[in-house]
């Protein structure tokens, strides 16, 4: 019974990958990991499938990428995000980020209803997690989306009357979103070209994309030194590690267009025209466009 798929090649150029890290998933260090992120008893119930396996990483300089070579198989995944992550921790923190982010969010889907000049606009949340982005702004200004696969999530999401995509219904909404985002999704995924297929059949002509990751350039410096624990490089369920330069990359090698300086002024201007502004969200957008893994973009 194997858990894993493998990815020799790099994601993003297809390059074959360098290894520079291997140690058996069961190694006592990563053992010690695993207990205190899950919690002993929701490891027995997956230390079964590592055993056997090791946490490779590889990279590609040509990218500025790693990826973990085993990543778990949809039906691991599926057991992961849904039943060994404490959803009740994962709702709270949830919660604690729409209070401290809702003033901050709701003039970002201000910003994007300026923008469109439409008497309401469809966002979509895509891995929406407990939708606490979708429930911070308006909802006279938008029809707010979810595309999530937890079924714990998606339940919450319905009762908060958010509308809930899925691979079930997903045909029914080509070309219908003025804004997708993509918040903490990707260093997930051990599948780009099929989420960037769904991402642009889901999207108007005229649709602005927003993705962000973790920021991995530190690790990717020095990965010869990299520490088992959470972030950029996580076993098990960060399964990319981007720099600026491989996530601009990927985009750019999906045939989009990053959202120009020019631009981003043009539309906080025009958000202040109508009255409104928030220099902290300008001043992120400013500065999002330089460095950062967090990424505005659009078709060509
Ligand atoms: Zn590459």
Redesign the pocket.
């Known amino acids: 019974m194997v858990a894993f798929n493998k990815t020799h090649n790099?994601?993003?150029?297809?390059?074959e990958g360098v290894y520079f890290y291997d140690e058996q998933f069961l190694s006592p260090r990563l053992t010690k990991y695993f207990i205190d992120y899950y919690g002993e008893e929701k490891f027995k119930l997956f230390i079964n499938k590592l055993e056997g396996i090791n946490f490779i990483l590889l990279k590609?300089d040509?990218?500025k990428?790693i990826w973990q070579k085993n990543s778990p198989d949809d039906k691991f995944s599926y057991l992961l995000y849904e039943n060994l992550i404490d959803s009740d921790k994962s709702l709270e923190k949830s919660k604690l980020k729409f209070v401290k982010d809702k003033f901050r969010v709701s003039h970002e889907i201000n910003l994007l209803f300026h923008k469109f000049k439409k008497q309401k606009i469809n966002i979509l949340d895509f891995g929406a997690g407990w939708g606490h982005w979708l429930l911070s702004g308006d909802k006279n200004k938008y029809n707010p989306y979810a595309f999530e696969l937890s079924n714990k999530r998606k339940n919450f999401l319905k009762k908060m009357e958010i509308n809930v995509i899925d691979f079930d219904n997903i045909n029914n909404y080509k070309n219908c979103f003025h804004f997708i985002r993509l918040d903490q999704v990707l260093e997930h995924l051990d599948n780009f070209n099929h989420i960037f297929k769904i991402l642009k059949k889901l999207a108007r002509k005229d649709c602005i994309f927003f993705i962000s990751v973790p920021d991995g350039s530190n690790l990717l410096k020095d990965p010869y030194n990299i520490k088992i624990q959470k972030g950029p490089i996580q076993p098990l369920e960060h399964l990319n590690c981007f720099s600026r330069f491989?996530l601009e990359?990927l985009i750019l090698r999906e045939n989009f267009q990053i959202i120009g300086l020019k631009e981003t002024i043009i539309m906080h201007f025009y958000y202040f025209l109508n009255g409104k502004a928030n220099i902290s969200l300008f001043y992120n957008d400013v500065k999002n466009y330089f460095y950062s893994t967090s990424i505005k973009f659009k078709f060509k």
């Open positions: 790099c994601k993003i150029c297809n390059r590609c040509n990218c990428f491989s990359k």
